[in-house]
């Protein structure tokens, strides 16, 4: 299973990005100033992704993941840049659905603005005294997988004040609804991949889970295309000309 999925990191690496640019594309072209915090956030899972394809072509990033004993400096150094990235990820899925929350209900309540930003920065500082990070400059895996699993299972709770707040709606923005869905496709996938990693089926159930992870999340992508599709310019009927 290792070997396939190191074979198919990078096609899978591709077509995300492709979907990423994508959907950049369609946010541009539609509802950037409503949407811009999905439009931040995919535009930096677009980089991202296309920066931790060409690594691991470069690199050789995935090879010999599952051995320790086996990685170069080369897979170390590919290995700290994908997890400092997926933290930066995680958190902005959680600002993501704050920011929809806000969007949602924000007017009727002036505080929540506050309530929400504070919340944020707890799940910014949580990390640190939770999991007691060593740092040798960077901290170790097992910190960044657990910070990851927080993130993502706090952003998955928000998404169900989102979703109640938005059955509470008189008038549900159907883009809204898109996003949400997709975010909890997104989020509960990854949290449950993370998860699973703290039963100790590690070796070619890592593959597994990685190839899990990447498959929902190209799910949720393709979901919030869906959404934000540019809409069909109506036909104009042509004039009828009148006869001589």
């Known amino acids: 299973m290792t070997q396939i999925y190191d074979a198919l990191a990078p096609v899978l690496g591709a077509v995300s990005g492709v979907v990423l640019l994508l959907l950049v594309v369609f946010l541009l072209l539609g509802s950037t100033r409503k949407f811009w915090v999905v439009l931040l956030y995919v535009s930096w899972e677009l980089v991202?992704?296309?920066?931790l394809t060409?690594?691991?072509?470069?690199l050789h990033g995935t090879?010999?993941?599952m051995d320790r004993a086996k990685q170069t400096a080369n897979n170390r150094l590919y290995a700290?840049?994908?997890w400092t990235n997926d933290?930066?990820?995680?958190?902005?899925?959680?600002v993501l659905v704050a920011v929809l929350i806000y969007k949602v209900v924000g007017s009727s309540k002036p505080s929540l603005g506050?309530?929400?930003a504070l919340l944020v920065l707890a799940m910014i500082i949580l990390p640190f005294p939770l999991f007691h990070p060593t740092f040798d400059p960077y901290p170790q895996v097992p910190w960044f997988n657990s910070t990851s699993q927080l993130l993502n299972f706090g952003a998955a709770i928000m998404n169900l004040v989102l979703w109640t707040a938005l059955i509470q709606a008189r008038k549900r923005d159907p883009q809204i609804v898109a996003v949400s869905i997709g975010l909890g496709i997104l989020v509960t996938g990854t949290a449950i991949s993370y998860g699973l990693r703290h039963f100790k089926l590690q070796g070619e159930f890592t593959a597994l889970y990685n190839l899990f992870l990447n498959l929902t999340q190209l799910g949720a992508w393709l979901i919030w295309c869906r959404a934000f599709w540019p809409p069909k310019k109506p036909r104009?009927?042509?004039t009828a000309i009148p006869p001589d």
């Open 54 to 58: 060409i690594a691991d072509l470069l």
């Open 80 to 82: 700290h840049l994908y």
């Open 87 to 94: 933290v930066i990820v995680d958190l902005l899925r959680f």
């Open 236 to 238: 104009i009927p042509a």
């Open 114 to 116: 506050r309530l929400l």
């Open 48 to 51: 991202a992704t296309v920066g």
């Open 63 to 65: 090879a010999q993941q």
